[in-house]
């Protein structure tokens, strides 16, 4: 039996498309408080990992090597939109790691921000690394490869030094063994493991609240959550629901999206985390499905986020999109 819907979109009177996928939400012990769907099956969580993947870059001393800030932890944690700033701060990383964009691996992107690809365009310039939305979380992999005096070349393949630290740093948050048949290479090249939703909603609870974690890795945890709610905007850009959130609730909420309809988060005041899968990795319902579960704990958030009229290029209503009853009993049942 596969999930159930989570989201709705209408036309007129009549429900046009659906979007199915789970939901788990649990405490830092693994206690599942609120479920809908399969979330014990393994699911890649793409880029909604990233703030897993920077541990070893503070567990390792690099960034305090490095004498990287707020600025610079908080993009190691992101998915950029591409824009001159962000570029320039991933340059500004690497060179205080004495490297410069050639060193990267994750490949060369357009910006996610069409306003920052119109602007390159208009300069004659073509994108590069430095735009790639992962390029802040691979400047991060560089710094821990150079504090360690490790090779730099090959630093993104599974079996080179700076993927095993982060292979045991998920291992150690998720509790899980993440073996070579969980493995898969994600877009920017680097390893993503698969998970299932429940290990990764219970990782999130502990990286906010640092239960069953050690003094290292939770002073770790927390400098990584605080960077996040101190450069939002660094995490993710302009317009986009990561940042929107953050940026209004810092402290309350951390949240990290993902490709193919993953978002992972949590609320450290009531040491929950959580994680979601959209199964047709539809963007939209993934972020309808994120924005409901910060709204229903904060309502103050009710203006951010996907909201619920859809509305034609003449600017008429013309249907909506909704939470499932399915995600409204999981939402109801929230403390």
């Given at each position: 039996m596969g999930n159930p819907v989570l989201v709705e979109l209408t036309r007129g009177l009549w429900r046009e498309s659906v979007h199915a996928?789970?939901?788990?939400?649990?405490?830092?012990?693994?206690?599942?408080?609120?479920?809908?769907?399969?979330?014990?099956?393994?699911?890649?969580?793409?880029?909604?990992?990233?703030?897993?993947?920077?541990?070893?870059?503070?567990?390792?001393?690099?960034?305090?090597?490095?004498?990287?800030?707020?600025?610079?932890?908080?993009?190691?944690?992101?998915?950029?939109?591409?824009?001159?700033?962000?570029?320039?701060?991933?340059?500004?990383?690497?060179?205080?790691?004495?490297?410069?964009?050639?060193?990267?691996?994750?490949?060369?992107?357009?910006?996610?921000?069409?306003?920052?690809?119109?602007?390159?365009?208009?300069?004659?310039?073509?994108?590069?690394?430095?735009?790639?939305?992962?390029?802040?979380?691979?400047?991060?992999?560089?710094a821990t490869a150079v504090h360690k005096a490790e090779a730099i070349e090959g630093y993104w393949l599974p079996d080179h030094p700076v993927?095993?630290?982060?292979?045991?740093?998920?291992?150690?948050?998720?509790g899980r063994r993440l073996g070579s048949d969980l493995r898969g290479i994600d877009g920017c090249s680097a390893p993503n493991w698969a998970?299932?939703?429940?290990?990764?909603?219970?990782?999130?609870?502990?990286?906010?609240?640092?239960?069953?974690?050690?003094?290292?890795?939770?002073?770790?945890?927390?400098?990584?959550?605080?960077?996040?709610?101190?450069?939002?905007?660094?995490?993710?850009?302009?317009?986009?629901?990561?940042?929107?959130?953050?940026?209004?609730?810092?402290?309350?909420?951390?949240?990290?999206?993902?490709?193919?309809?993953?978002?992972?988060?949590?609320?450290?005041?009531?040491?929950?985390?959580?994680?979601?899968?959209?199964?047709?990795?539809?963007?939209?319902?993934?972020?309808?499905?994120?924005?409901?579960?910060?709204?229903?704990?904060?309502?103050?958030?009710?203006?951010?986020?996907?909201?619920?009229?859809?509305?034609?290029?003449?600017?008429?209503?013309?249907?909506?999109?909704?939470?499932?009853?399915?995600?409204?009993?999981?939402?109801?049942?929230?403390?």
């Amino acid at each position: 039996m596969g999930n159930p819907v989570l989201v709705e979109l209408t036309r007129g009177l009549w429900r046009e498309s659906v979007h199915a996928g789970a939901v788990a939400i649990t405490r830092a012990n693994g206690e599942l408080v609120a479920a809908v769907g399969d979330v014990e099956r393994p699911v890649f969580p793409r880029s909604a990992i990233k703030p897993l993947q920077a541990l070893p870059l503070l567990e390792t001393g690099a960034a305090d090597r490095h004498a990287f800030g707020t600025r610079e932890l908080a993009i190691a944690c992101g998915s950029h939109s591409g824009t001159r700033e962000h570029a320039a701060t991933v340059a500004k990383m690497l060179l205080m790691a004495g490297l410069d964009a050639s060193a990267l691996g994750c490949g060369t992107q357009e910006p996610l921000d069409s306003s920052a690809g119109r602007e390159l365009a208009r300069a004659g310039l073509a994108p590069t690394a430095l735009n790639h939305n992962c390029s802040g979380k691979h400047a991060g992999m560089l710094a821990t490869a150079v504090h360690k005096a490790e090779a730099i070349e090959g630093y993104w393949l599974p079996d080179h030094p700076v993927q095993n630290r982060i292979l045991k740093a998920l291992e150690g948050v998720t509790g899980r063994r993440l073996g070579s048949d969980l493995r898969g290479i994600d877009g920017c090249s680097a390893p993503n493991w698969a998970v299932p939703l429940r290990s990764l909603a219970g990782a999130f609870a502990r990286f906010v609240t640092g239960e069953g974690l050690s003094h290292e890795r939770w002073r770790a945890c927390r400098q990584l959550a605080e960077a996040c709610w101190a450069e939002p905007m660094l995490v993710a850009g302009p317009g986009r629901l990561d940042s929107m959130l953050m940026r209004a609730l810092p402290g309350k909420v951390l949240i990290k999206s993902g490709a193919e309809g993953v978002h992972c988060g949590a609320f450290p005041a009531l040491g929950l985390g959580f994680a979601l899968k959209v199964d047709d990795g539809g963007k939209r319902a993934a972020d309808l499905v994120a924005a409901s579960l910060v709204r229903r704990v904060y309502p103050e958030a009710e203006a951010l986020g996907p909201h619920a009229l859809l509305h034609n290029f003449r600017g008429l209503t013309v249907g909506e999109i909704r939470p499932s009853q399915a995600l409204r009993r999981l939402l109801a049942s929230l403390p």
